[in-house]
């Protein structure tokens, strides 16, 4: 199905960074936020872009997100760091985290850090990129506390979230690797956005209420709730385990054990690992194996359907420079909802869609 709607990412992000301040944000964060959405859908996850505006609003309202939060210290161990994200934006949250963990990696070589209730940290990639832009590694362990999505392998309804892992790694002369990957076979967003387009999804991502594999994202979205399947069977489903234990569990955010809520909240935990390889003595050989690493897969012809072999990242930047050039895609149905959010914030949607097309 056609796009509805397409924007600039400019003004897109300032209609986005007005809804955020008509619900009490104070600018610095509308802006973060703003960014950080449109970047997602910029780089083609849709899932995680402007398309979340409504749940926040609505977490918002519930009392379940609170504007113009900072992370709160509850450890400093030098290269051991446990926050609080107070329920605040996870952009900001998020933000404000990598910057300490950063500083702390380039202090000692390392910095692990736990960060429990934060609202949704976005696109965890996000996170990564921060870390390997300053040539530092970054792997991170996230658990989601939400509506339950995701089904224990041989199990018929859901347990958990879609718990993504992510690892950064940067790489010499080129952009780096950013592995970044929900444990479930697709993001649940996805599925929010297949179900406003009107759109099938492939078999093997979901199942719908009685357990059966189903090609209808609306098990995803609306009830009767099926679930979402994990990737690679138990493979997926061990990974889901690892990252509800350890951004879940080791964080203090906790995990689920516990019925349907009823909120739309989105916190997450997440573990986090940054290390700087300079420190470890093994910076010659890591960048000449990496390099000729790569050159090697990238030696493989390319299987049929395909143009060339590519690398966690690149279908991304790809996706950006495609979406800055031509635009962001937005569907009706997302675009009517985002201006419906506005609107319980007392933003009229006019305003929010003459913002975006960049009309005063």
């Not at 635009?327 to 985002?338: F, L, N």
Request: net charge negative; aromatic share 6%.
């Amino acid at each position: 199905m056609a796009e509805s709607h397409v924007f600039h990412p400019e003004p897109l992000a300032r209609a986005i960074e007005a809804v955020v301040v008509a619900g009490g944000s104070e600018p610095r964060e509308a802006k973060l936020v703003a960014e950080n959405l449109v970047v997602a859908n910029l780089m083609g996850h849709d899932s995680h872009g402007i398309g979340m505006i409504p749940r926040y609003v609505a977490s918002l309202l519930e009392g379940e997100l609170t504007a113009n939060q900072h992370p709160e210290v509850k450890l400093d161990g030098g290269a051991l760091l446990a926050l609080d994200g107070r329920k605040g934006y996870g952009q900001v949250i998020g933000f404000e985290a990598m910057q300490m963990a950063v500083e702390r990696a380039r202090q000692y070589g390392t910095c692990v850090m736990t960060l429990s209730n934060s609202h949704h940290l976005g696109r965890i990639g996000h996170w990564a990129e921060m870390a390997v832009a300053e040539g530092f590694i970054a792997i991170h362990f996230a658990n989601v506390l939400s509506l339950m999505r995701v089904a224990p392998f041989g199990g018929a309804d859901a347990r958990f979230g879609t718990n993504p892992c992510c690892i950064g790694v940067p790489l010499p002369g080129e952009p780096p690797f950013i592995l970044d990957y929900a444990t479930s076979a697709v993001a649940q967003g996805k599925m929010r956005v297949a179900h406003n387009k009107g759109e099938k999804v492939p078999l093997g991502r979901l199942i719908d209420d009685k357990g059966n594999p189903t090609t209808d994202p609306r098990y995803a979205v609306v009830p009767p709730y099926g679930a979402l399947v994990t990737f690679g069977e138990h493979k997926g489903y061990g990974m889901a385990v690892a990252c509800e234990l350890l951004g879940g569990a080791l964080t203090g955010g906790g995990t689920w054990h516990y019925e349907q809520p009823t909120t739309q909240r989105v916190l997450n935990g997440m573990l986090t690992i940054v290390i700087d390889p300079e420190r470890l003595g093994t910076a010659a050989p890591f960048a000449s194996e990496t390099t000729q690493f790569l050159a090697w897969l990238r030696k493989s012809p390319p299987a049929p359907g395909f143009d060339r072999v590519r690398i966690a990242g690149e279908p991304e930047r790809e996706t950006r420079a495609k979406r800055e050039r031509e635009g962001v895609p937005v569907d009706e149905a997302t675009w009517r909802d985002i201006g419906a959010a506005a609107a319980k914030l007392k933003l009229a949607p006019e305003t929010v869609d003459r913002l975006a097309r960049g009309v005063n």
